[in-house]
């Protein structure tokens, strides 16, 4: 059975620092494009941050360009986002997808409607 199981999230003040991470079991991700999304109550889902199935290319919304870094370890079937001087605005569950792309690809996209796999979610709550 293909899942994506996301983990790393919490309650952390403005300014701090917090790693998800996308788990995968029943395939492998080195041959999907990873994308983290979010959404906040009463909002539209949000597209966060992709990274290729190479690796080598990468995609951020505006507004958490300098401050979250996406990555993956294709040894561990894991794709991480690095998420560092929180804001309030953060606030919002943060899901993990995938959708299967040619091996060493570099093709990314934000839209939701392009992923296929997607996980359950992970609260991240950032207040003082």
């Known amino acids: 059975q293909l899942q994506l199981v996301e983990s790393g999230g919490g309650l952390v003040q403005p300014g701090g620092s917090l790693r998800l991470s996308c788990a995968a079991s029943?395939?492998?991700?080195?041959?999907?494009?990873i994308g983290w999304f979010r959404q906040a109550p009463g909002k539209e889902r949000e597209g966060v941050s992709c990274?290729?199935?190479?690796?080598?290319?990468?995609n951020y919304a505006d507004s958490v360009k300098g401050r979250f870094t996406i990555s993956r370890d294709n040894a561990k079937n894991t794709v991480h986002l690095q998420m560092n001087s929180l804001k309030p605005e953060d606030t919002a569950v943060y899901y993990c997808a995938a959708v299967l792309t040619l091996s060493g690809s570099s093709y990314v996209t934000l839209s939701s409607h392009e992923y296929y796999y997607w996980g359950q979610g992970t609260q991240v709550s950032v207040s003082s």
């Open positions: 029943g395939f492998t991700l080195d041959v999907y494009l």
């Open positions: 990274i290729s199935s190479s690796g080598t290319s990468t």
